[in-house]
């Protein structure tokens, strides 16, 4: 008995000697940098892929005129949207120039008019002509569409609808502004012109 006791104890004492060995090795493996865990283990770790981003090609390639909404805007979401022109314009008639000219009578009026407003940069007045709906529409969606080198710090009202709110808001500062233009809003069809492509029996 006291022989198979002894044969016990020796065998325990390699299990233990063989698991501690193994406890080592698996911790000098977590406590490796990763590139030496896989020169050491031949395991890849898995790093998770940088989020690719992708640009927003789902984006219409022509933007929604805002000329169709004009007509149907609200005033007071056009008070709104004048917020954020505010800083720079006033439409009262006695508010005067700030960083931008004075909007006052801006509807129909001539581009680069404001006399007493003696900073409109070359590109602005090389427009010329008058402030029509489809002009206020371009440049008021993005400024630099119209006048690449003017000087409208302003990075646009990218949404047709608060365009046409502001643009509406501008009416009702001014005496005498040009017929609102009669455009239908365009209903999204299902058929157009694709059916021509299908091919025929
Ligand atoms: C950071 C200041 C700033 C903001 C904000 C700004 N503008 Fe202007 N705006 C200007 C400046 C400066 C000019 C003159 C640009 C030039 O000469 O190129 C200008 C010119 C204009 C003109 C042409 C006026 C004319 O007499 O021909 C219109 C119209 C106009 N802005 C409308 C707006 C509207 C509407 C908003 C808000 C949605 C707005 N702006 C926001 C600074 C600003």
Redesign the pocket.
């Known amino acids: 008995m006291p022989d198979k006791m002894t044969l016990y104890a020796v065998i325990s004492a390699f299990w233990l000697a063989f698991l501690a060995i193994l406890g080592v090795n698996l911790i000098g493996g977590l406590i490796l940098p990763v590139e030496d865990q896989i020169a050491t283990t031949g395991y890849p770790i898995e790093v998770p892929e940088e989020e690719v981003t992708v640009a927003a090609s789902d984006e219409p390639a022509e933007r929604p005129s805002a000329l169709p909404l004009i007509a149907s805007a609200s005033f007071e979401d056009g008070a709104k949207?004048?917020r954020?022109?505010q800083?720079?314009?006033s439409v009262d008639p006695a508010g005067g120039n700030g960083?931008?000219?004075n909007?006052y009578n801006?509807v129909g009026r001539s581009?680069?008019?404001?006399g007493e407003f003696g900073s409109?940069?070359d590109?602005?007045r090389e427009i010329g002509g008058a402030?029509t709906y489809e002009k206020?529409d371009d440049?008021?969606e993005d400024p630099k569409s119209l006048?690449p080198k003017?000087?409208?710090?302003?990075i646009g009202?990218k949404k047709a609808p608060e365009r046409a709110a502001?643009i509406k808001f501008?009416i009702s500062n001014t005496e005498n502004p040009p017929k609102i233009p009669e455009i239908p809003v365009e209903e999204p069809s299902m058929d157009d012109g694709t059916a021509a492509e299908q091919p025929s029996e």
């Not at 581009?111 to 404001?114: E, H, K, R």
């Open positions: 949207g004048f954020k022109c800083s720079c314009h960083t931008g000219p909007l801006v581009i680069a008019a404001v409109y940069s590109s602005l402030w206020l440049y008021l006048a003017g000087t409208m710090s302003f009202l502001v501008l």
